[in-house]
């Protein structure tokens, strides 16, 4: 597969879920178009980003996290190691982030439960920002329903029950980064990336992406590295290690990063990440339908709460 294809999810859903099984065994990425998140939502939720890192570098480091875990508030410039997942050292990320998670949730043990405060840790808010705030919940809401219909597509690609993953996500702790890539006057460091090479650790990745220069790209089979190119309002949908291990390597957690533009420092650059994390205390193990006649799971059980921890301490050099 030369190409990261971009499958329409609104046609028949025996069509999608193939073209969805293809895409994800080949290459573990897929274009998403037809997906029914409203333009309006979309460019409110761009607006939002850009208002909030536009902040002073004094505003923006009011509302970082202090404990500087990588999982809520802001994320300074170069304070993520994401190649380090596959080195022992990578250089840091150039691209500043703010993260967010879920919000308004019930009155119920099992959220504040001292394992869980990982996961439904509360959210840091920029000051004096309602409208901006107003508009990255509604696209939390608006991806998070997405995000049910993809799962039922996931359940469909795999010849499962429509409902299989639903329960698994039925108190899920999935996150929103904004990412931010500033233009690059200066050549960076040598071996320094806007990201490094990395897979995603939660389940899959959903990710609304500019079309600019210094952009996605994911690993081939042949090891060359495949830009990915999205239609104006499509979303990017990549599996992450969790979905791989369900499906015992079946599907790919594929290798990405995200280059550098050009030397002359080319555009900015703002991603919206929605990272879906199932909930905390889900046992991820290799399903049944996905293991061959004699074939051993590939991977130990693990909580998903667990396996998030560990590798964001390994993202934040130890920090966690």
Known sequence: MSAVPVIDISRGREE???DVACAVEEIGFLVVAGHG????TIEATRTAARALFSRPEKEKAAFADAAGTLNRGYTPFQSEFNGSTRTDRAPADLREGFIFGPFDLPDDPYYVAPEAGFAYQDNIWPP???????ALKAYYRAVEAL???LLRIFADALVLSG???LDKFDRHASTVRLLHYPAQPEPPD???LRCGAHTDFGSHTILLADDSPGGLQVRGRDGEWIDVIPPADSFIVNIGDLMMTWTNDRWLSNLHRVANPAPGGGTGRLSIAFFAHPNYDATIECIETCRRPGEKARHPPVRAGDYRRRQVTTITAGIA
């Open 16 to 18: 999608v879920a193939r």
């Open 37 to 40: 998140v409203p333009p309006a």
């Open 128 to 134: 004096g920002a309602d409208d901006t705030v107003a």
């Open 147 to 149: 995000n049910v219909e």
């Open 163 to 165: 409902e299989f993953f």
């Open 190 to 192: 040598e071996g320094q």
